[in-house]
């Protein structure tokens, strides 16, 4: 009989959970500093999406990328532009492994803005494989923005 009692009560409470308790963001990561991509990108968003969780709700996340921020999505540094930055070159394996548990784990969308891509001649097929190309940073930032997603800017 509790069992059957706890079984409506999980049932009941999980058709009262709505939209609203659902945040949603959208990030428009511009930075290449890699302080700020650790600690406000990496380490901000797990600990802002558990924070939800521990709260019973959720929040969902994309981050669009452009700017200066496409460093650290790149497969093959020695073929892009960024192919000097040997900070970056010792931390990459590490920060590609910490971008896959924000995907696997707390469900974090990555874009990247194609028309960037092309001007700074990075390929897609060098770009990490959760990363989806978008037409432009400006069109993905809105459609999420006309989809109810708030709007951030780490720069």
């Known amino acids: ?8 009560f ?17 990030i428009d990561f ?3 500093d890699l ?11 797990a600990n802002n999406i558990q924070y939800y969780r521990d709260n019973l709700k959720e929040l969902k996340v994309v981050v669009v990328v452009h700017g200066d921020g ?34 696997k784990f707390y469900g974090v969308r990555f874009e990247m803005c194609k ?4 001007a700074r001649g990075i390929s897609e097929d060098n770009i990490y494989s959760f990363v989806k190309p978008v037409y432009s940073a400006l069109v ?4 999420w923005q006309n989809k109810g997603y708030a709007y951030m800017v780490f720069q």
């Not at 009989?1 to 409506?8: A, E, P, Q, S, T």
């Not at 999980?10 to 959208?26: H, M, N, P, Q, Y």
């Not at 302080?35 to 968003?45: A, C, D, P, R, S």
């Open 30 to 32: 511009r930075s290449g």
């Open 140 to 143: 993905g930032l809105v459609n």
């Open 35 to 45: 302080h700020i991509f650790e600690n406000y990108l990496i380490n901000g968003l």
């Open 70 to 103: 496409y460093k650290f999505f790149i497969k093959n540094l020695d073929k892009s532009p960024y192919k000097d930055d040997i900070q970056l070159k010792k931390k990459q394996k590490e920060l590609k492994e910490r971008l896959e548990n924000l995907v």
């Open 1 to 8: 009989m509790k069992k059957f009692i706890l079984l409506i």
């Open 115 to 118: 028309a960037g891509m092309k």
């Open 10 to 26: 999980l049932f009941i409470t999980s058709l009262s959970r709505g939209e609203d308790e659902v945040a949603k963001v959208v």
